[in-house]
């Protein structure tokens, strides 16, 4: 059903400075979905709020067929939520574990964004990257009122201070996104731990001088953010669109173009806090 | 838990934990911090609290407040600053960089949490953080055009990555903090010193010769970073 082939990478890593790896990435290129979770806690179960996270919505989002594509990752996004919160509520030692979550499900020609928290969505495209997801984060919401400026926030106390996670509250829902995908697009998903330490200008450089080679390009990213001290978990999962496939009839492929949601529908980018 | 420590000539005069969301420095009996000196304003400078952070602002003083040295309107103050109004100092001791470190811990919390009013003159749109500033000293390195280029230019390696090669056959150089290393991007793997290299990233010596995709260049580290 997805028109378009992809290609992934994934790599997480511990850092140099943190004794546990709390991240989980999962991908499956033929079920299109790519997801990646930074996990906390108050006491243990970082890395179990993480693996149920990326494991559940893998298995959900990999069968569906993207029809009714915002229910489907809400629904998604709650049961994950729920299962965090039960799980919590049966070991209590677990307690307080909560996750961001970044999802990429490709339908078709599209590619549906939900995310929670401060894990990343940046989209590369004809050589420009752009960021697709606004961060869940104190630091975020002090720019959108202009009590702090980006290079306050650059450098703020309060950088890891999120302020929406799954398995903090009954209802936590994320934000969604659709956008068109492009044959030559790369997708990367990535943890706090390589945003934070890298910049923009050089994660572009690693996808521009690499793309070709996306394992590559995954295991650089995560080289680039331990050279600036790799001070937290490092994740990255990298998606590529490659070219369509010469079968796909262009009435088959019309036919499905109409199928599928119209764009817009989750509406682009809003502002959060307004 | 962050603090002023108050000084003049090298004499401590005391200091005062931020507990408020706001702490104010002058001349005048109202400020939470007050500098008995004519060159100080009334009203010279204040904190505020933006969550874990303290921005330190100039209220407009004649003579202005100073941060290691500099003149500043607003300030995000870090551990360690010193803050000068007129002969004051007052140095910024933060205790949880001194304490937990713990500053990279992802947290949630609990909205909302101390938010002064947008102060004029800020943009009030959301531009997207840079990642952290930081300090890190990589290898240093160039590399000498052999061949496909112009013969015996130097190109200094001062981006993480250098892309090398054309069309089919392309590989990069990394830099790292420890040296440089050479990968195959695609195509054709290149060759260090006359030999393939195995696929990942392979470490380069100084002076090594480098040929991919029509190009050849010598690298030359520099052992002294």
Known sequence: MSHHDLEVASRTDTGKVRPYNEDSVAVDAAG???????????????????????????????TQNGTAADRVVRDAFAAVND??????????????????VVAAWFRGDRVFIAHVGDSRLYRFRAGQLERMTIDHSFVQEQL??????SSEARDSQSRHLITRALGTDEAVGPDLSEHEIRPGDVYLLCSDGLHDLVD?????????????????????????ANDRGGLDNISVALVRIKARKSSAKPAAREANANASAPAGLFGRLRKLFG | MAKLVISRNDTLLGSRFIEDTRLTIGRASGNVIQLDDPAVSKLHAQVEVVGNDHILLDLGSSNGTFVNGERISRHLL???DVVEVSEFKIRYVDHRTVVSGDGDRTMVIDRPVAAPQSPPGLVTSAPIPAA?????NYAQGML??????????????????????????????????????????????????GKQIADGWQPLHNRDFIEVGGEAVQIWIDKTS
Do not use: C, W
Request: charged share 20%.
């Open chain 1, 144 to 149: 959108n009122v202009g009590t702090m400026t």
């Open chain 1, 200 to 224: 923009d200008a050089d994660i572009a450089l690693a996808l521009e001088s690499l793309q070709p080679n996306l394992d590559l390009a995954a295991t650089t990213l995560v080289h680039m």
């Open chain 2, 144 to 193: 000498r055009v052999i061949q496909g280029g112009t013969i015996g230019s130097e190109v200094a390696l001062t981006r993480p990555l250098h892309a090398l090669g054309k069309d089919d056959n392309r590989a990069a150089i990394l830099r790292r903090l420890d040296g440089f290393y050479v990968a195959r991007v695609e195509g054709l793997p290149p060759k260090v010193n």
């Open chain 1, 83 to 100: 299962a965090i919160v039960r799980e919590a509520q049966t070991n209590t030692a677990l307690q307080g574990m909560a996750t961001t």
């Open chain 2, 132 to 136: 952290r500033t930081s300090r890190v």
């Open chain 1, 32 to 62: 299109g979905v790519a997801v990646l979770a930074d996990g906390m806690a108050v006491r243990r179960g970082a890395d179990v709020a993480a693996r149920i996270a990326t494991q559940q919505l893998l298995e959900t989002l990999r």
């Open chain 2, 78 to 80: 870090r551990h360690g």
